[in-house]
């Protein structure tokens, strides 16, 4: 955590606002108290990989959202150190490895479809763009939640989970 909060405040920020979010949503969802807290705690560190690779400074931060959508490793530089917490399970754990596929296989950095894509990795990637939208972190366009979403819902219709998103709307609803 130390390493996310001291290499870049809009990483920590990030990683806090998806964190918070994601929990939100999935206990929204019903899901078991165990798999929120694993789903979490994972959440927070989704983007460690980036702070790795800012400490070898070959990447300086802060990135574009282009950036990190190009920088493929970082999901699995993240996975590997998030590995080391037992209270990261291993459907959360492989969440980080996916959180920017797509589920028309145009993701990366396996480029997995939507029959290999977890319900917690289909929460990631979206929780994930809508706080990046909404926040305008690693230099995104600010949009507002509205547009954020409405963003989400027809330009990314074939690469996100609809029903997902329509639960994220739901709940930001009842925020
Ligand atoms: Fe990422
Ligand atoms: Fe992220």
């Known amino acids: 955590m130390l390493k996310v909060m001291t290499l870049s405040r809009?990483?920590?920020?990030?990683?806090?606002?998806?964190?918070?979010?994601?929990?939100?949503l999935a206990t929204a969802l019903g899901w078991q108290r165990d798999q929120v807290s694993s789903l979490g705690v994972a959440l927070f560190f989704h983007d460690l990989g980036l702070a790795e690779d800012a400490g070898q400074e070959s990447v300086p931060l802060p990135l574009s959202l282009h950036d990190e959508e190009a920088l493929?490793?970082?999901?699995?530089?993240?996975a590997q150190a998030v590995a080391q917490l037992p209270e990261v399970d291993d459907e959360a754990l492989e969440m980080v490895r996916c959180h920017h596929e797509n589920l028309d296989g145009s993701g990366s950095p396996r480029g997995l479809s939507?029959?290999?894509?977890?319900?917690?990795?289909?929460?990631?990637?979206?929780?994930?763009?809508?706080?990046?939208?909404?926040?305008?972190?690693?230099?995104?366009?600010?949009?507002?939640?509205?547009?954020?979403l409405q963003m989400m819902r027809n330009e990314?219709?074939?690469?996100?989970?609809?029903?997902?998103?329509?639960?994220?709307?739901?709940?930001?609803?009842?925020?």
Not at 72 to 78: F, G, L, V, W
């Open 10 to 24: 809009e990483l920590y920020t990030h990683s806090l606002n998806v964190c918070l979010l994601g929990v939100g």
């Open 72 to 78: 493929s490793p970082h999901a699995e530089a993240s």
């Open 114 to 148: 939507s029959t290999q894509l977890s319900a917690a990795a289909r929460l990631a990637r979206i929780v994930d763009i809508y706080e990046r939208a909404t926040s305008g972190c690693f230099k995104s366009e600010v949009l507002s939640a509205f547009a954020a």
């Open 156 to 175: 990314m219709r074939e690469q996100l989970d609809q029903e997902m998103l329509s639960a994220l709307v739901r709940f930001l609803g009842q925020a």
